[in-house]
């Protein structure tokens, strides 16, 4: 009994830890800005954000981060927030950027792909007639995969 408590524990203790490490990376991402001259941000974020250029257009001035959105699906409200948005009106587009720090990316696929049609759905309602794309990037190892 001992022994499974202390399994237990250590597995709580190394969650804890993934979360919080994932919010931290999280927290870094909020404040990257790519600008030029006056671009901000971790430079090791920076310079893994620059391996993969369509990545830039998520950190340019114009994106907006952590934009809150709330609706109605299946007749449910719900309450989100998204890590990266860009809104191009002249194109009639919206792109959706969520961060995953997650390294086992087939575990929770079905979950984050749920999340990010939720995101699409609601900004639908808000946008109409506007194309939506969303995107996972897995922060692990910075690949961007988009969800259709």
Not at 86 to 104: A, C, G, R, V, W
Request: with cysteine.
């Amino acid at each position: 009994m001992t022994n499974n408590l202390q399994f237990l524990l250590d597995n709580l203790k190394k969650e804890r830890a993934a979360t919080d490490a994932g919010n931290r990376l999280h927290s870094c991402m909020r404040h990257i800005v790519i600008d030029g001259d006056n671009t901000t941000g971790d430079s090791a974020l920076l310079n893994k954000i620059f391996q993969c250029p369509s990545l830039i257009e998520f950190f340019i001035p114009a994106s907006q981060t952590e934009v809150p959105i709330a609706g109605h699906i299946n007749g449910k409200f719900v309450s989100r927030r998204i890590d990266r948005l860009i809104i191009d009106n002249d194109k009639k587009t919206i792109k959706i950027l969520d961060y995953k720090s997650d390294t086992d990316k087939q575990k929770f696929l079905a979950k984050y792909t749920e999340q990010i049609t939720e995101y699409k759905n609601l900004m639908q309602d808000i946008y109409p007639g506007y194309t939506i794309r969303g995107y996972i990037l897995w922060l692990h190892d910075f690949s961007l995969i988009e969800i259709k």
